[in-house]
C-alpha cells in the first residue's frame, strides 16, 4: 500500500523560507505524477505545485509561481517543495498526493493518495 509522509513544517516569519518533504512508500513511486496542495481553515484545499512522473513537466498556482519550486528524486521516492518569501496567507496545512496520471496536474480530482498534512505558519 503507497503511503505518503509529509515533513519539514513549521513556524517561519514572513519572507523566510521552509522546505517541505514528502516521502513516499513503495517501488511504484516514478508511476506518479505528485502535487501539492494546501488547506487554510474555513476555505477549500487550492492547488500549489505539480509535477510529472519525470520531473520534466511542472505546474504552479498563480499566487506561488516565482516563489514556490516543486522538485522530486525518483531515487528516494520523494518530492519537494521549496518555499521562498513566504506570506502570512501561505499559512495552511499542506498536503502531498498522487496520481496515477503522467503530467502535472491541477485538479483535485486528478490524485487518488493522500499524505496527512503539515503545517506552515507564516509570522507577519
Known amino acids: 500500500q503507497v503511503q505518503l509522509v509529509e515533513s519539514g513544517g513549521g513556524l517561519v516569519q514572513a519572507g523566510g523560507s521552509l522546505r517541505l518533504s514528502c516521502a513516499v512508500s513503495g517501488r511504484t513511486f516514478r508511476t506518479y505524477s505528485m502535487g501539492w496542495f494546501r488547506q487554510a481553515p474555513g476555505k477549500e484545499r487550492e492547488f500549489v505545485a505539480a509535477?510529472?512522473?519525470?520531473?520534466?513537466?511542472?505546474n504552479y498556482a498563480d499566487s506561488v509561481k516565482g516563489r514556490f519550486t516543486i522538485s522530486r528524486d525518483n531515487a528516494e521516492s520523494t518530492v519537494y517543495l521549496q518555499m521562498n518569501s513566504l506570506r502570512f496567507e501561505d499559512t495552511a496545512n499542506y498536503f502531498c498526493a498522487a496520481a496515477s496520471t503522467y503530467y502535472a496536474s491541477r485538479y483535485l480530482n486528478s490524485y487518488d493518495r493522500w499524505g496527512q498534512g503539515t503545517q506552515v505558519t507564516v509570522l507577519s
Open positions: 509535477i510529472s512522473r519525470t520531473g520534466s513537466d511542472t
